[in-house]
């Protein structure tokens, strides 16, 4: 992961993404144990992506290639990590790398998406598997529930949580 | 709840706590062996296998 990350700062470095922050199941596993995945998300912001340019991962892809790293569906095999490159898609995207959490991997800087951000944003997203890991996150105590609070309501996401919670949180309390 | 089921959770519980305490870099090359693993078990189960009868 070390040179994984060390690839994607040089990427920085060299103008090909912006702001960056991992994101998904490797997030997660900055708060947590660790949650076992065979990929990396990473949200990354474009630097062409302003006055309402066409968001396109292209120069990525471009670059990457160009260092010898292959492509594999729309993931690109990086020091044998496969990485997905996602651009945020709304507001809480944004905000999400924005506020990252900068941290080390072995000497190595990086950032990584809040507790809390990867919690709203696994609500919104809402799959089987967003809503375990959402749990992971409740019953480790490490959300900040003001912190929580304020990010689902700038959202629009307190209906949904309030579901999330009758239905999976109603009997442990 | 049975006394040993209360025992397992409660053991689980604590062997989380533990790994979750794990620096990011530990956890990390905990990620990597935990993925070396899975693809070794596709691996296995993309080989053929003989069939009988």
């Given at each position: 992961?070390?040179?994984?990350?060390?690839?994607?700062?040089?990427?920085?470095?060299?103008?090909?993404?912006?702001?960056?922050?991992?994101?998904?199941?490797?997030?997660?596993?900055?708060?947590?144990?660790?949650?076992?995945?065979?990929?990396?998300?990473?949200?990354?912001?474009?630097?062409?992506?302003?006055?309402?340019?066409?968001?396109?991962?292209?120069?990525?892809?471009?670059?990457?290639?160009?260092?010898?790293?292959?492509?594999?569906?729309?993931?690109?095999?990086?020091?044998?990590?496969?990485?997905?490159?996602?651009?945020?898609?709304?507001?809480?995207?944004?905000?999400?790398?924005?506020?990252?959490?900068?941290?080390?991997?072995?000497g190595v800087p990086t950032r990584v998406i809040s507790a809390e951000h990867l919690v709203a944003m696994a609500l919104q997203t809402g799959r089987a598997k967003d809503y375990s890991r959402i749990?992971?996150?409740?019953?480790?105590?490490?959300?900040?529930?003001?912190?929580?609070?304020?990010?689902?309501?700038?959202?629009?996401?307190?209906?949904?949580?309030?579901?999330?919670?009758?239905?999976?949180?109603?009997?442990?309390? | 709840?049975?006394?040993?089921?209360?025992?397992?959770?409660?053991?689980?519980?604590?062997?989380?706590?533990?790994?979750?305490?794990?620096?990011?870099?530990?956890?990390?090359?905990?990620?990597?062996?935990?993925?070396?693993?899975?693809?070794?078990?596709?691996?296995?189960?993309?080989?053929?296998?003989?069939?009988?009868?």
């Amino acid at each position: 992961m070390k040179a994984t990350l060390d690839i994607i700062n040089r990427m920085q470095a060299d103008g090909v993404i912006g702001q960056y922050a991992i994101g998904g199941a490797v997030g997660a596993t900055f708060y947590l144990e660790p949650v076992a995945t065979l990929d990396v998300d990473i949200f990354v912001s474009l630097p062409t992506a302003s006055s309402g340019a066409l968001l396109t991962l292209a120069p990525i892809y471009d670059y990457l290639t160009r260092c010898g790293y292959r492509t594999e569906g729309e993931y690109v095999v990086i020091e044998d990590w496969p990485v997905q490159f996602l651009p945020p898609t709304n507001a809480l995207g944004e905000e999400a790398v924005a506020q990252a959490v900068a941290t080390e991997v072995e000497g190595v800087p990086t950032r990584v998406i809040s507790a809390e951000h990867l919690v709203a944003m696994a609500l919104q997203t809402g799959r089987a598997k967003d809503y375990s890991r959402i749990l992971q996150f409740v019953e480790s105590g490490v959300l900040d529930a003001d912190k929580l609070d304020a990010i689902l309501n700038r959202h629009g996401l307190l209906g949904k949580w309030e579901q999330f919670a009758n239905k999976f949180l109603k009997e442990n309390q | 709840m049975s006394e040993w089921l209360r025992k397992m959770l409660e053991s689980k519980r604590r062997a989380r706590q533990r790994l979750a305490a794990l620096s990011f870099s530990e956890k990390l090359k905990l990620l990597e062996k935990l993925r070396d693993r899975s693809r070794t078990i596709a691996l296995v189960r993309e080989k053929p296998t003989k069939k009988y009868g």
